[in-house]
């Protein structure tokens, strides 16, 4: 018995009673095998069935996923963004690493002689831009930080 006469359900064929006596019977199956002749007959194996459900699956996921970014992104965009930037706690402004904020670098040349300098990397001003948020002060979400770069 193959797969396909196996999936027969007695909702859709009533299940035929066949008696050597019983003609009619044999003529109503030989016409109901031309009506549903036309039908295709396949049969798919365990293998066939997961990689169809795979398929589907993949398709789902690579639709469902970039649409989900992009409602995201929308709806965070309507939202106001008040959290404060956490390298310079809402300032907009960090404190310069080479002078540590004093805006003048001390040199120890030896023998005792110190040369005190204007720094150079904040121009003596002690700070510098934040560049997390840019000076806003304001912590970017996780999908503004790709606007910004970082000029060092």
């Known amino acids: 018995m193959s797969s396909a006469t196996s999936l027969r359900s007695p909702f859709l064929y009533p299940p035929l009673k066949l008696s050597s006596s019983s003609s009619s019977q044999l003529h109503s199956l030989s016409f109901r095998n ?35 970014y992009e409602t995201q992104i929308d709806s965070a965009a309507k939202r106001e963004n008040t959290q404060p930037c956490f390298p310079c706690n809402g300032t907009g402004a960090q404190s310069c690493r080479f002078c540590t904020g ?31 948020c ?14 910004f770069k970082d000029d060092d």
């Open 34 to 68: 031309q009506r549903f002749s036309h039908r295709i007959k396949a049969e798919l194996d365990q293998n066939t069935v997961v990689a169809v459900a795979v398929g589907v699956v993949s398709v789902a996921v690579g639709l469902g996923i970039p649409i989900f």
């Open 102 to 132: 004093s805006g003048n670098v001390t040199v120890e040349l030896g023998g005792g002689e110190k040369e005190v300098s204007r720094c150079i990397n904040c121009d003596g001003a002690g700070a510098l831009t934040c560049t997390t």
């Open 134 to 147: 840019q000076g806003s002060g304001i912590q970017p979400r996780y999908l503004d930080r790709r606007e």
